[in-house]
């Protein structure tokens, strides 16, 4: 860390010398993994280039419609733009889309019928889709109200997916296997798409017509290929993480088989109506460029996740995935062992916000989850978890989930504020 920049953290932002030190030298350490990620940042940002130039983008892309949003010019060919950068046949990508869950739930719901089975291959799913499926708070418009049966199949011991206890799960009602990339609040690595394509094609050879549905949130621009570009039917995702680039107001995009895409639009619309309808309300320049930008701000969170696992791990932490583990996500759990330190480090990761910084984050029983969950997250955008962020629920083992940065320089302000208030609380020892 350079002097000027060294001296400007003490003096203005009151950061302890002992901190500076601890990531500073992290940083050194994990130099050369930085090098391999702006190779894939490289690759990824010529690629939507290169799909927004096939697409023909225009100034008149970026126009209002109004009423039902018939012949919306901008919603057609940012459809069209997300459907080539993820090699697929059709794609929905639309504000009305609330968040990730919300684009998950339309595809499960579009897709799944009354007597079809669902697997889920990476154990529990995220908090929120508890409900949804039926595991929590039973009735209320979930899959298993509607007769739409449930199975887990549990992860092996080091985080890959058991294919052979997958196998004997799978039924003659079976209709759709499923897999979150990202770790949500579990302990483990993020599925690569490498284990994705040995998966896919391990279903399909069992029976060609069951779907293979991807939860792709925290995942986008992780590696050189996405999901659908090694067999999965359909992938689904929030606009105010990766593919948003933190400028995307809100919204959500589903993509693959056109046939599953129509199916879904019926749930997302009406029957009959589907995708013809539905404003963008005048979002589709913001959507456009926070995609365009999206490569490198990825880049930039996986740096500040990975220089967050360095750290904390040289302090005697736990942390998942370790710096050197190939990665396919943003997010980096440390395992701090108290509700106390969990706390605390969040109310680092606020302090560290352009926006909200004199606000202290408490834990509350947000909507869709089972414990007390705490969230730090001075954004731009409300919630949007690829602008600097951090949240934990408040139950053992007390693991806190850090991710995004819209900059690398901004993340690394996150793992430096973060251990300041663990260092301040004397929770931490530095040597």
Not at 86 to 97: D, S, Y
Not at 156 to 168: V, W, Y
Not at 173 to 188: D, E, I, L, N, S
């Amino acid at each position: 860390m350079q002097k000027n920049t060294s001296q400007l953290l003490k003096e203005s932002m009151g950061i302890h010398e002992k901190v500076i030190q601890a990531v500073s030298t992290a940083e050194n350490e994990v130099c050369e993994i930085f090098s391999d990620l702006d190779d894939i940042m490289a690759f990824n940002q010529y690629k939507v280039l290169d799909v927004f130039q096939k697409c023909r983008i225009s100034d008149m892309h970026f126009a209002w419609q109004t009423g039902y949003g018939y012949d919306d010019q901008g919603r057609a060919a940012l459809e069209k733009v997300y459907s080539m950068l993820f090699k697929t046949e059709a794609a929905l990508v639309r504000p009305i889309i609330v968040n990730g869950t919300h684009a998950l739930t339309l595809t499960l719901t579009g897709i799944l019928r009354p007597g079809d089975e669902m697997i889920y291959c990476t154990g529990r799913p995220y908090d929120t889709l508890e409900e949804v499926i039926g595991l929590r708070e039973e009735g209320r418009g979930s899959l298993k109200e509607f007769g739409i049966s449930y199975k887990q199949v549990e992860l092996k011991e080091n985080g890959t997916i058991d294919l052979e206890s997958l196998r004997d799960a799978i039924s003659t009602k079976t209709r759709m296997v499923c897999v979150q990339r990202a770790t949500g609040y579990g302990w483990r690595k993020a599925i690569t798409i490498a284990e994705m394509e040995e998966w896919t094609n391990f279903v399909k050879e069992i029976n060609p017509n069951i779907i293979c549905m991807v939860d792709n949130c925290y995942g986008e621009f992780l590696d050189t290929k996405e999901p659908t570009e090694v067999g999965v039917d359909v992938i689904a995702g929030s606009l105010i993480k990766n593919p948003g680039g933190g400028l995307a107001l809100t919204g959500g995009y589903i993509a693959g088989r056109s046939d599953l895409i129509e199916s879904i639009s019926y749930r997302m619309t009406s029957p009959g109506i589907g995708g013809e309808c539905g404003l963008t309300f005048g979002q589709t320049r913001t959507m456009m460029q926070g995609l365009f930008i999206a490569p490198k701000v990825v880049n930039g969170a996986v740096k500040g996740a990975i220089l967050c696992a360095k750290v904390f791990q040289n302090l005697g932490y736990e942390v998942c995935p370790k710096p050197d583990e190939k990665r396919s996500d943003i997010i980096e759990a440390v395992k701090l062992g108290t509700p106390e330190a969990v706390i605390a480090f969040c109310e680092g990761i606020q302090a560290a916000a352009p926006i909200d910084s004199h606000v202290k984050p408490v834990s509350w029983n947000m909507p869709g989850y089972a414990d007390p969950v705490i969230m730090a997250a001075g954004a731009f955008v409300q919630g949007s978890s690829i602008e600097l962020s951090a949240d934990a629920p408040i139950r053992p083992p007390y693991i806190a989930y850090f991710q995004g940065g819209l900059t690398y320089e901004h993340s690394k302000f996150g793992v430096i504020k973060a251990l300041q208030a663990l260092f301040d609380k004397e929770m931490v020892t530095i040597i």
